[in-house]
């Protein structure tokens, strides 16, 4: 299921667990952070409740002479450490989390961004003005250090500061950043989007993709390609074509890395047809196999990609490139008749991710089933009906508190009863656009029920989370592998577009007024007082 490998920055792609994984290379070079006898020892021991932490950890010497030490320490011990003597192995040679970062406040930031001013329920103004605030506690900037000794660290150096996702992630991530970068478009700060969109960039001319986040660990693997997307937005806002112009080719070689490395042929009636899926020949947790990330053709993947060719072709046909528009064009073209015949299923009427292995649909509710809509990716105004009439069978809308990631009750974090704010989007948005009245009032709703779950949430605990869990009146998520963490980036951007597009009819609830803290009560009060 594609909404679990959209959780794999959650899956520390090392070789760390025995298994069937062994064999494969690890996801990069390093005999610290991706691979090796010190990094097996110290997850084996679990020194740290979180997997996360020991390898985003910075070294206090280099390398050589870290794992120099560690073989000493080793072989005095005959390859088993004593989980005290590992402990302080660590500590003498390791640096605190974090440490290769500097907090940083974005200088484009600005008080009463005009969105604010939509928004006619004033409890959800002020606290829109508090999500407004979060960009400064989010900001982060690498230390000149990680460019200078890059092999002591597991980030990657990037030249602009940024803004992360907030609690463990201290990096960026890929496909978080789209919904942050939307919220930052509202709260009128392109330079950071600009920043951000330079960053990875980078990426892709350095690597040739964008890895799932800005750590070595991750180098192998990608998040849904948003970067065109990311593109078509900043564009939009700043009319900035001289930079679509300077890296229209770094876009065009990010989807031709999809192309080349990550598509596979279906065949569906008698006939064949490209279409792309996650791909990792590279060692992980034995964990990965349970997900089976590269025998599906997410519906997600494909329609995220059918968009990003679509918006490649407007590029070029606004740089006056006629031969590439077109190009990209046929390419959209193609693959959504590849969506229409290979992943559309007109007896439920909606899409599904096609199983290679059994070699059918897999008919589980996902709201990811839903990107061709919020893509665009479709041909037949009579999908959105259907679409409609399968959330309505699937029993979806008797959810109050926001759509459930799946119906499955795993434990896992991508599954029942987790909702995550881009899911929420997904189908929100793909009805919201539709030219029926009947699916633009669900999508209202559905954007009603998830801005109060995640106001009543903010005004018990004074915190944007993660994730959400919606089994009983909304409360912060659970499941997987680490903590529930607050921030947070992509539930902020999320909430933000909701309040923007819906900020005239968008209640906050009576029965969430008593339980306002301290600073949404303060915000709310200066929200009263005349402009």
């Known amino acids: ?59 206090s010497s280099a390398p050589d002479q870290v794992l120099r030490h560690f073989r000493e320490l080793a072989q005095t011990h005959n390859l088993s450490i004593p989980r005290q003597e590992l402990q302080m192995f660590v500590q003498e040679h390791f640096r605190a989390v974090g440490q290769e970062l500097q907090p940083w406040t974005p200088e484009d930031w600005r008080d009463s961004p005009q969105f604010l001013q939509k928004i006619l329920d004033p409890r959800l103004r002020a606290w829109a003005g508090q999500l407004h605030q979060l960009w400064k506690k989010l900001g982060k900037k690498v230390k000149p250090e990680v460019l200078s000794h890059p092999e002591q660290f597991s980030l990657i150096y990037s030249r602009h500061p940024f803004i992360v996702p907030g609690g463990r992630f201290v990096e960026f991530y890929y496909w978080d950043s789209y919904w942050v970068m939307e919220g930052l478009l509202l709260s009128e700060m392109p330079e950071t989007v600009k920043g951000m969109l330079q960053n990875f960039l980078d990426l892709v001319q350095t690597y040739g993709h964008v890895p799932n986040g800005a750590r ?31 890296h229209i080719e770094t876009l065009a070689s990010e989807l031709d890395f999809w192309t080349k490395n990550r598509s596979i042929s279906v065949s569906s009636g008698g006939k064949s047809y490209i279409l792309n899926h996650y791909e990792v020949p590279y060692g992980g947790p034995s964990s990965l196999s349970s997900i089976r990330t590269s025998k599906l053709v997410p519906v997600d993947l494909n329609a995220f990609l059918c968009q990003a060719e679509g918006l490649m072709s407007n590029f070029y046909s606004r740089l006056g490139n006629d031969s590439e528009a077109a190009k990209y064009r046929n390419l959209r073209a193609e693959r959504m008749a590849a969506l229409k015949d290979v992943l559309w299923d007109e007896d439920k009427g909606v899409w599904f991710d096609y199983d290679l292995e059994n070699e059918k649909k897999n008919l589980e509710f996902y709201p990811s089933n839903f990107a061709p809509l919020w893509a665009g990716c479709f041909s037949d105004p009579d999908d959105v009906d259907k679409a409609l009439k399968y959330l309505e069978d699937s029993r979806i809308l008797t959810y109050q508190y926001g759509i459930p990631t799946s119906l499955q009750k795993t434990g896992q974090q991508w599954d029942f009863p987790n909702a995550w704010a881009p899911l929420q989007d997904l189908v929100i948005r793909g009805l919201a656009k539709s030219p029926s009245a009947k699916a633009q009032e669900v999508a209202f709703q559905l954007a009603q029920n998830w801005i109060r779950t995640n106001f009543d949430v903010y005004s018990k605990k004074s915190a944007m989370y993660e ?10 998520g659970g499941g997987g592998e680490y903590e529930v963490q607050e921030g947070f980036g992509w539930t902020n951007g999320v909430a933000l577009m909701l309040l923007d597009r819906y900020g005239d009819r968008l209640s906050s609830g009576a029965q969430t007024a008593l339980l306002a803290p301290h600073c949404l009560a303060a915000a709310l009060l200066l929200s009263l007082l005349p402009q």
């Open 1 to 59: 299921m594609q909404g679990r490998t959209w959780g794999l920055r959650l899956l520390l792609l090392l070789g760390l667990r025995l298994g069937s994984q062994e064999a494969l290379p690890p996801p990069c070079g390093s005999q610290i952070y991706c691979h090796g006898e010190l990094l097996r020892q110290v997850q084996m021991a679990k020194l740290y409740q979180d997997d996360k932490q020991f390898v985003d950890m910075p070294l």
């Open 216 to 246: 070595v660990y991750y180098l192998q693997r990608s998040q849904p390609p948003l970067l065109t997307l990311m593109m078509d937005r900043y564009v939009a806002h700043t009319n900035d074509t001289t930079f679509l112009r300077d």
């Open 467 to 476: 994730k959400y869990d919606i089994s009983n009146g909304g409360q912060p």
